[in-house]
């Protein structure tokens, strides 16, 4: 049920964000609701876990400040959501391979002349991508 929650969000998010290039707050704290409401419920992980989850979000929000939403805000609170999830440690890997996964797009795009340094690219896609990795890693379980 959780697997396909975040699944299916993150592709109602993906499509709007390679559509529009925005993320809809309203649209993220709607689904972070669920994702605590799934846990008060079920407690799959603690408080902290779910905390530390969010705050990944937080940091990439702050990074998102600093660099002049280099990192879009809607990212971020994409990945406070995933937080509420995933947790801490998966949400750590969920950051880590969505962003490599975007930079090797990036850098091939670049590579075939598609592409500029400074374009922008939709990373809630490659959010996905990464979810779809740590399901396969984890055979289809996310503990």
Not at 31 to 36: E, L, R, T, Y
Not at 115 to 134: E, T
Request: proline share 1%.
């Amino acid at each position: 049920m959780e697997m396909i929650s975040l699944l299916g969000m993150l592709g109602l998010i993906s499509v709007d964000d390679i559509k529009t290039h925005k993320i809809r707050d309203l649209e993220v704290l709607a689904f972070a609701v669920i994702g605590m409401y799934y846990h008060l419920l079920f407690q799959r992980i603690g408080l902290l876990e779910l905390l530390g989850g969010m705050a990944i979000g937080g940091v990439v929000y702050v990074l998102s400040l600093l660099t002049e939403e280099a990192i879009g805000k809607g990212d971020a609170l994409v990945f406070m959501l995933t937080g509420c999830f995933l947790g801490l440690k998966y949400n750590i890997l969920l950051v880590w391979f969505s962003t490599i996964a975007l930079s090797l797009f990036g850098i091939v795009m670049m590579l075939l002349g598609k592409k500029k340094l400074n374009d922008h690219i939709p990373m809630v896609p490659f959010v996905l991508i990464a979810y779809l990795m740590i399901l396969v890693i984890n055979g289809g379980k996310i503990t």
